[in-house]
């Protein structure tokens, strides 16, 4: 027995299938809500290794989509703010990883032809430290 329908439901001879409050139309799901959540989550716990920036992108866009279909259904609209600040924050952990790369990368151009491991910690430290 679902928590909307009581003995007394059943009593009175409503049908114990039949929806309960709050879940007409305005109490639907919204697919695309829930799918810009779960990608803005993976693009989040992926953003360090560039593939979560992707992912951000596609969970914002979904994400602002659902939020205009929630104005109209209603539905979905926790789920839907929820995708938008985390593939926001994807996006722009991805971009920063990036930046962070092309960096060091940079700064430690030097370095990239070292004999050996320990050489090649040395040249990194006295490239970024500057001595």
């Known amino acids: 027995m679902s928590p909307n329908h009581t003995a007394s439901t059943w009593a009175a001879g409503a049908d ?11 109490g639907g799901k919204n697919g695309l809500a829930g799918a810009a959540m779960v990608l803005g989550l993976i693009g989040l716990s992926t953003s360090i290794v560039f593939i979560g920036g992707l992912l951000g992108v596609i969970g914002l866009v979904l994400g602002l989509i659902a939020l205009k279909t929630t104005k109209r ?49 040395q040249c990194v430290h006295q490239q970024l430290t500057g001595n």
Do not use: N
């Not at 114990?16 to 305005?26: E, T």
């Not at 929820?82 to 924050?89: F, H, N, Q, Y």
């Open 16 to 26: 114990p299938y039949a929806p309960g409050p709050g879940h007409g139309i305005r």
């Open 73 to 121: 259904t209603g539905a979905g609209r926790g789920m839907s703010i929820t995708g938008v600040v985390t593939s926001s924050i994807a996006i722009v952990v991805s971009v920063l990883v990036a930046v962070f790369f092309v960096w060091y990368a940079d700064k430690t151009q030097e370095c990239y032809q070292p004999d050996s491991f320990q050489q090649y910690k």
